[in-house]
Nanobody
Framework: QVQLVESGGGLVQAGKSLRLTCAASELPWNMNVMGWFRQAPGKDREVVAV????????YVADSVKGRFTISKDNAKNTVYLQMNNLKTEDTAVYYCALSTNFYNGGAPRLTDFGSWGQGTQVTVSS
């Protein structure tokens, strides 16, 4: 079973930056997409950004576009989320996830992701 471990969360002031890291213990032969979701208190889990492993095509949610960037390091089985100009509304638990289902662009479905990390807390103070 794939294990995903997130790190890099913490408490930061609005306007500052954080970089989240997700390291996978292994990648399945048919892995397709890896990325980040978040869940704020009282809200549903939502996609933040994902990256297709094969060609590097990305999807970034409108709410964070221009501020967040997703990238990957194939050699390390690792995906990153660079978060700049953080806002208080970015406060959430951020989850790394992996999907082996077919994906060819657009907003991914939560149900397509079968492997999830434990999450890392990001708290943005005003």
């Amino acid at each position: 079973q794939v294990q995903l471990v997130e790190s890099g969360g913490g408490l930061v002031q609005a306007g500052k930056s954080l970089r989240l890291t997700c390291a996978a213990s292994e990648l399945p032969w048919n892995m397709n997409v890896m990325g980040w979701f978040r869940q704020a208190p009282g809200k549903d889990r939502e996609v933040v950004a994902v990256i297709k492993w094969g060609n590097g095509i990305t999807y970034v949610a409108d709410s964070v576009k221009g501020r967040f960037t997703i990238s990957k390091d194939n050699a390390k089985n690792t995906v990153y989320l660079q978060m700049n100009n953080l806002k208080t509304e970015d406060t959430a638990v951020y989850y790394c996830a992996l999907s082996t289902n077919f994906y060819n662009g657009g907003a991914p479905r939560l149900t397509d992701f079968g492997s999830w990390g434990q999450g890392t807390q990001v708290t943005v103070s005003s």
